[in-house]
């Protein structure tokens, strides 16, 4: 069947350059959202922990409970209030309005919002946040944003990181020393010189993607196998899949292998030329269960680089990871 499967030392080796730009395994958190980005939260997420990583982030509380065994700290990014919150978790305060909501005692991360007008609460609104929340009996632990565009060589970033240095400011005059504090994602963590007072919340790049130049050397970590589940000759004149969407121009020996768009893959529609990581090409319409190619036996790499989908697709990395299906097949090796 088919299956990702993962490269353990590339993934160590990735971990050990984010943590020793980042100033140690201490400051790091590791984002494990959405499956961790594709590739297998509590897969991964267990192989983080052993090598030393302590405090990760997460979409939900779904999320947050399937990694609880392995972390000592997690942060639940897209928390919606309900009163229920565990006090093994961290919640984002991502809207001043709904402050009140939260459970009495729960601990939290003020999000700011320094330039994205995302989640957070605005520069202005960080002092009221503030109060509001040590009167509601919330414990805040740390405060963070999120750059709208540190992958681009723009002045967004300097502006943001000032943003948040004023807003870091008002929390620590309020809530006093010991707090976390945090802002660079992947493609800033490859752009800062020094954070003092900060960990990075590091995500994409832990699995080999860099956003610039990958001066971390990073080492992509993913890469994704198909089956075969059947073989012909595709005599010349005859179509194969869909539509008749590829035709023959000469004999081929060409397989059917188990992968397709309900597994996950973006839909390949025959247009324009598909190619996996051995270079075979992709023939006629994906199917829902699997796709057509040129054979090369029982197991086929379909990519061991997702910007390769990506391009050709005109979508992102992360589009074509985080869409891979649970129901794949996870392993180290």
């Known amino acids: 069947m088919s ?55 997460v979409k939900n509380e779904v999320e947050a409970r399937e990694l609880e065994p392995f972390f000592e700290h997690i942060l639940i990014l897209s928390h919606i209030p309900n009163g229920g919150e565990s006090e093994r978790f961290i919640y984002s305060v991502n809207d001043i309005s709904l402050i009140a909501k939260f459970k009495k005692g729960a601990r939290v991360h003020i999000a700011v919002d320094t330039l994205m007008h995302r989640n957070g609460v605005s520069v202005g609104e960080v002092r009221a946040a503030c109060e509001s929340a040590l009167a509601h009996g919330l414990q805040i632990c740390g405060a963070f944003t999120h750059f709208r565009s540190a992958e681009e060589l723009s002045s967004d970033y300097f502006v943001q990181r000032r943003n948040f ?12 020393d010991g707090l976390v504090f945090h802002s660079h994602n992947s493609a800033a963590t490859e752009r800062f010189g020094e954070l003092a007072d900060e960990y990075v919340r590091v995500g994409i790049a832990a699995y080999g993607y860099a956003q610039f130049d990958d001066s971390l050397g990073l080492k992509r970590v993913a890469s994704l196998w198909a089956h075969k589940v059947s073989g012909r000759v595709l005599k010349k004149g005859q179509c194969a899949g869909y539509g008749a969407k590829f035709c023959a121009s000469e004999d081929m020996q060409i397989a059917v292998y188990d992968l397709g768009y309900g597994d996950g893959l973006l839909r390949y529609t025959g247009e324009g030329e598909l190619k996996t990581a051995g270079g075979q090409r992709l023939l006629g319409k994906m199917s829902m269960d699997s796709f057509c190619c040129e054979d090369a036996g029982d197991r086929i790499c379909v990519f061991d680089d997702a910007r390769v989908w990506a391009d050709f697709f005109g979508t992102i990395s992360y ?11 996870r392993r180290f090796e």
């Open 165 to 176: 240095a004023a807003a870091k400011a008002v929390v620590r005059e309020i809530c006093g």
């Open 3 to 57: 299956e990702l499967v993962l490269n353990r030392s590339a993934y160590i080796h990735n971990l050990t350059k984010i943590c020793a730009k980042a100033g140690g395994k201490d400051r790091v958190i590791l984002v494990l959202k959405d499956n961790a980005y594709g590739h297998g939260a509590a897969l991964v997420g267990r192989e983080a922990a052993s090598y030393g990583i302590k405090f990760c982030a």
């Open 319 to 329: 589009d074509v990871l985080t869409k891979l299906s649970p129901s794949i097949s």
